[in-house]
């Protein structure tokens, strides 16, 4: 149990709509980063916030975009659902921006048909 | 583009037996983490190691950091049914710390 909180934990959508996947971070932590996995692969890095500002991007498109609120919760928004978007998306926490040293929450399985 | 590289991608044994996996690459890490993940579930961190050449032990498992700071190794002493998931490095840089890079991981299945 890392204290990390995501809903859903499921979701089906369709392509073309738009999704919001939620995470809560650790008590204390203020740095929250995204990730997506696809099947049979490792996390992929999408981007980082570090209080309420946008701290990082990996190689993923505008239509995927995030926000950070006061209470350093988090949401990763994804317009234009395409198809290879399924995938378990991933939110892990950390004391700050500095720190190597992440807690995942259990994820949010996105199947898009 | 920073890619690590774990070995093997599958492995199977059967309970009591040692192994060893490893996660590769031609980058330096300023620290590299080890997780474990189970189907539909967030990785869960098992070490983080930040010097080269860094040993740690958890009870059976054994990690360790190459003195280049390139690679790692996860080494496992009589595993055990439990052991099973998924076993996943990742690595940070400097300048990028908590934007990991992650392997695409190695799956060990321990028969009882």
């Known amino acids: 149990e890392t204290g990390v909180t995501q809903s859903p934990t499921h979701l089906i959508k369709t392509r073309g709509q738009q999704v919001t996947l939620r995470c809560s971070s650790q008590s204390g932590h203020n740095t929250v980063s995204w990730y997506q996995q696809a099947l049979g692969q490792g996390p992929q890095f999408i981007f980082q916030y570090y209080r309420e500002e946008e701290n990082g991007r990996g190689n993923f498109p505008p239509r995927f975009s995030g926000l950070q609120f006061p209470n350093y919760s988090s949401e990763l928004n994804v317009n234009a659902l395409e198809l290879d978007d399924s995938a378990l998306y991933l939110c892990?926490?950390?004391?700050?921006?500095?720190?190597?040293?992440?807690?995942f929450g259990p994820g949010t399985r996105l199947t898009v048909l | 583009t920073q890619l690590l590289e774990q070995s093997p991608q599958f492995l199977s044994i059967q309970e009591g037996e040692n192994l060893t996996v490893y996660c590769n690459s031609s980058s330096v890490f300023s620290s590299l983490q080890w997780y474990r993940q189970e189907p539909g579930e967030g990785p869960v961190l098992l070490v983080t190691v930040v010097t080269g050449g860094e040993v740690k032990k958890l009870k059976r498992l054994t990690f360790q950091f190459g003195d280049a700071r390139k690679d790692s190794s996860l080494h496992i002493t009589a595993a055990q049914p439990g052991d099973t998931g998924l076993y996943l490095c990742a690595g940070a840089r400097w300048t990028n710390a908590g934007k990991s890079t992650f392997g695409d991981g190695t799956t060990l299945t321990v028969k009882p």
């Open positions: 892990a926490s950390s004391l700050s921006a500095n720190t190597d040293t992440q807690y």
